[in-house]
């Protein structure tokens, strides 16, 4: 028999658009991916197929024809016979070729990660179940590429595959996948605190094709890199501490305040957020010069546009640490929310802004990402800037002032008055103690006029509510450090906390002719579930994992939702709890067989209405 194999992709499939592919095995000539029979017994021939490393990436339709007289007989439909294609960081023609072996292990084959939040000084973890071999998971990656009307002649292309995912992830203008909430109201859906993960995300949407309510930067970022993975793409979330979110461009993060030194919020736009997640992904940049391929910074929260949609990148990290901010895309954002400049304003009653005060080290304190086979962090902010002063950091500043104009070094009053906010780990429901620290060189006495503001901020550096004004004198003798001391009880600011855990402290200190300003973020420790496995570890085994929590507080929690699942151990299963009464434990106990082998965790939540996020895990290694 003379017969070929056919491959179809959507719509009206044609080969002058690479959505119809023939291969053939003998002479005659076919498309171009390539076939060879591997082996011929009686009726039934093995062939191995071979599609180009610039294929169409998505779900093929698998035809066998053959030549029938003058015409041609095909087999049925048969969905049994569909065929994937991935991209293929194996594969040294692909855009996507990842050299190292580890890395591909991690940041392809890995379905089980973790994100970092909180603060560098009072780090916390959040394992996150990316379930991208998960059933159902590619076919609602697949259902996304639809929804988005993204042309089938497009889904080989790597970056408009990134473009198009960093804004179908968010729904802020395109219905995708997650809806954005950074409020304490979650009343009309989860909170964005109760994900173990986005198996359930992603099923979700593609069975209703409604957005997921809530997500915030992590779940964004999480999703994004089970997307980014599910089709063969190398990725990896990061965290950035201190993040800068630049809103109008200027490489500037700029902080108005009125005489007194309090806060302005209604005349600042810009903000810090304690910390952001974004996603990293490992491609070729043919677009670009030599030199700038390699990880590039995508993000799916929306945060500013790019070309008309809520997206961010992909942003070689090459050139943002370089400063070459004129390459696409948003390599000016992502610049800014690492090594911008924070600059004070004094704003006075004729509504003039007169500069007073820069941070030049406080943007970008490190990134974090998971490190290669273990849960630790590693730390690449190296990856995005260089050492803070250095020769290179000179050279970089001086080139990103070049590609923006409005990047000018603002001229500051001459200060030698320092100030600087300490204070210990602080555990939810105990007091906040912080020692103020102002730091006189000069050679004379200063009395310093001083306000100390604090909130209860979300983690995006927005005020949830005010917390504390005070206003003091202090005066410091010459060439000494004098300090003050603020305590703030939990009967204080346990009241305005809601379901945040982030405080935020700024001191301004002002003499006859000088202004200084610091900040300061606390993190509220919470406590974590503990999470036990037990059973015979083995594939088609049974086994269970038990859940414990006793509420330390003095006050109850309530409307409480415990969730727990594992990639290739156990679908999300949830538990509810009315009221947990103070010093009262809860128990919960699933029954599980694995589906998977090797290295397996299940992670589990509990969220409740008057305190977020209580997170634990537990891992096992499941053998065949």
């Not at 497009?154 to 203008?173: P, V």
């Not at 060189?441 to 200063?446: A, E, I, L, M, T």
């Not at 006793?550 to 929690?557: I, R």
Request: aromatic share 10%; net charge negative; charged share 20%.
């Amino acid at each position: 028999d003379d017969f070929q194999l056919e491959f179809l992709i959507g719509e009206n499939p044609s080969a002058s658009r690479s959505s119809l592919v023939v291969v053939t095995f003998n002479s005659r000539l076919g498309g171009p991916w390539s076939g060879r029979l591997v082996q011929s017994q009686g009726v039934t021939v093995t062939l191995g197929i071979t599609p180009t490393p610039n294929a169409i990436v998505g779900k093929f339709r698998t035809y066998v024809a053959i030549v029938a007289g003058t015409g041609m007989q095909r087999t049925g439909r048969d969905a049994a016979t569909d065929l994937y294609v991935l991209f293929n960081a194996w594969c040294k023609d692909d855009a996507v070729f990842l050299p190292n072996e580890a890395e591909r292990n991690e940041y392809v084959l890995n379905d089980h990660g973790v994100m970092y939040q909180g603060a560098i000084e009072d780090l916390a973890t959040c394992d996150w179940v990316y379930g991208q071999f998960e059933r159902g998971i590619l076919d609602a990656c697949i259902y996304i590429l639809d929804a988005s009307q993204m042309p089938i002649s497009d889904r080989g292309k790597i970056m408009k595959m990134l473009r198009m995912g960093s804004a179908m992830i968010n729904s802020k203008d395109d219905n995708g996948v997650c809806v954005g909430n950074w409020s304490d109201d979650y009343s009309m859906g989860r909170s964005p605190m109760s994900w173990t993960g986005s198996v359930q995300i992603l099923l979700q949407y593609a069975e209703t094709g409604v957005p997921i309510s809530y997500a915030q930067c992590w779940v964004f970022a999480g999703v994004f890199n089970t997307f980014l993975r599910a089709f063969g793409i190398p990725a990896r979330p990061v965290t950035n501490f201190a993040s800068g979110h630049d809103s109008n461009g200027n490489l500037k993060i700029e902080f108005i305040r009125p005489p007194d030194g309090s806060p302005d919020d209604s005349n600042t736009t810009d903000s810090i957020w304690n910390y952001h997640c974004w996603n990293e992904v490992f491609i070729r940049r043919a677009d670009l010069p030599p030199g700038l391929g390699g990880w590039q910074a995508v993000d799916a929260t929306p945060q500013e546009t790019s070309d008309g949609y809520y997206r961010c990148g992909p942003a070689s990290i090459s050139a943002v640490k370089q400063g070459l901010l004129c390459h696409p895309f948003d390599s000016g954002f992502v610049f800014a929310e690492v090594n911008s400049e924070v600059v004070f304003y004094k704003l006075d009653r004729y509504g003039t802004l007169t500069p007073y005060w820069v941070l030049t080290d406080y943007i970008g304190k490190d990134v974090y990402t998971k490190s290669l086979g273990s849960n630790s962090p590693n730390i690449i902010t190296q990856n995005y800037k260089y050492p803070q002063g250095s020769e290179e950091d000179n050279r970089t500043m001086a080139r990103a002032d070049n590609y923006s104009m409005e990047m000018d070094q603002p001229e500051l009053p001459e200060t030698t008055l320092s100030i600087s906010i300490n204070a210990r780990q602080v555990k939810l429901g105990h007091n906040v103690n912080l020692q103020v620290d102002f730091h006189n060189p000069s050679d004379v006495p200063k009395t310093i006029r001083a306000n100390l503001a604090g909130s209860v901020i979300f983690y995006t550096g927005v005020k949830a509510s005010h917390l504390i004004n005070h206003n003091f004198t202090i005066t410091v003798p010459a060439n000494q450090i004098k300090s003050e001391m603020v305590k703030i009880t939990a009967d204080e600011y346990m009241p305005y906390l809601g379901t945040q855990r982030c405080m935020q402290f700024v001191v301004t200190g002002q003499t006859e002719d000088e202004s200084v300003t610091t900040i300061k973020v606390l993190h509220l420790q919470i406590p974590t579930l503990t999470v036990t496995l037990s059973g015979s570890p083995r594939v088609q085994h049974q086994m269970f994992a038990n859940v414990t929590f006793t509420n330390p507080f003095n006050f109850a929690l309530k409307a409480c939702r415990l969730v727990m699942e594992g990639a290739g151990l156990m679908s999300e299963k949830t538990r509810l709890y009315g009221v947990i009464e103070p010093q009262a434990s809860i128990s919960c106990t699933e029954s599980f067989s694995p589906r998977l082998e090797g290295k397996r965790c299940i992670v589990a939540v509990m969220d409740c209405s008057n305190l977020c996020e209580m997170r634990g895990v537990a891992c096992v290694d499941i053998t065949p």
